[in-house]
T-cell receptor
Framework: GQSLEQPSEVTAVEGAIVQINCTYQ??????LSWYQQHDGGAPTFLSY????GLEETGRFSSFLSRSDSYGYLLLQELQMKDSASYFC???????????FGTGTRLQVFP | DAGITQSPRHKVTETGTPVTLRCHQT?????MYWYRQDPGHGLRLIHY???????DKGEVSDGYSVSRSKTEDFLLTLESATSSQTSVYFC???????????????FGEGSRLTVL
């Protein structure tokens, strides 16, 4: 089967840096994606890693290591508006389906 | 923003009644998906479609059926709703036809279903 594990909750203060980890068990996938979802809203796409390494998009960066079955989302210069849930997801070779992790709720405090 | 709308946005129904949720897109994308979201479970794939009349099951397909008679519409049907199907349902479409390149989906605003 396939599973993606994330911490359930992370807290930080404004201006800080936070890392949200994603460990997975899957037989093979095209890439690792990250999504943000505010309460009551729809998930929105943040980033995608097809290859190992770091991808940077403004204050957000995402990392993938296939050999370690591990990835993370790094959020810098945290702002209050970053308080949301964050999901990792993989697109499986075998099933052609996009499977999501259980999500991490980030709370940013002043 | 991708042109994707869901209807109804909110519905309350009784156990045993049929329910159909509609997802409509204006992007002409090939892939469409239905997910449900429940506390502690994240987003779980119910069914997806890779073309007109081409559909396949996801992780939690029991009790659900889908149909795609046109590129723009993907319908999710609960033949006989149960309380365990109370959830928020999201439709999604892929950003590009060859979705394997980016893994990016655009989501609708969700349909909140309550089964009493």
């Amino acid at each position: 089967g396939q599973s993606l594990e994330q911490p359930s909750e992370v807290t930080a203060v404004e201006g800080a840096i936070v890392q949200i980890n994603c460990t997975y068990q899957t037989s093979g996938f095209y890439g690792l994606s990250w999504y943000q979802q505010h309460d009551g809203g729809a998930p929105t796409f943040l980033s995608y890693n097809a290859l190992d390494g770091l991808e940077e998009t403004g204050r957000f960066s995402s990392f993938l290591s296939r050999s370690d079955s591990y990835g993370y989302l790094l959020l810098q210069e945290l702002q209050m508006k970053d308080s949301a849930s964050y999901f990792c997801a993989v697109l499986s070779y075998n099933t052609d389906k996009l499977i999501f992790g259980t999500g991490t709720r980030l709370q940013v405090f002043p | 923003d991708a042109g994707i709308t869901q209807s109804p946005r909110h519905k309350v129904t009784e156990t045993g009644t049929p329910v159909t949720l509609r997802c409509h897109q204006t992007e002409n994308h090939r892939y469409m998906y239905w997910y449900r979201q429940d506390p502690g479970h994240g987003l779980r794939l119910i069914h997806y479609s890779y073309g007109v009349k081409d559909t396949d099951k996801g992780e939690v397909s029991d009790g659900y059926s889908v149909s795609r008679s046109k590129t723009e519409d993907f319908l999710l049907t609960l033949e006989s709703a149960t309380s365990s199907q109370t959830s928020v349902y999201f439709c999604a479409i892929s950003a590009i036809d060859d979705k394997k390149n980016t893994g990016e989906l655009f989501f609708g605003e969700g349909s909140r279903l309550t089964v009493l």
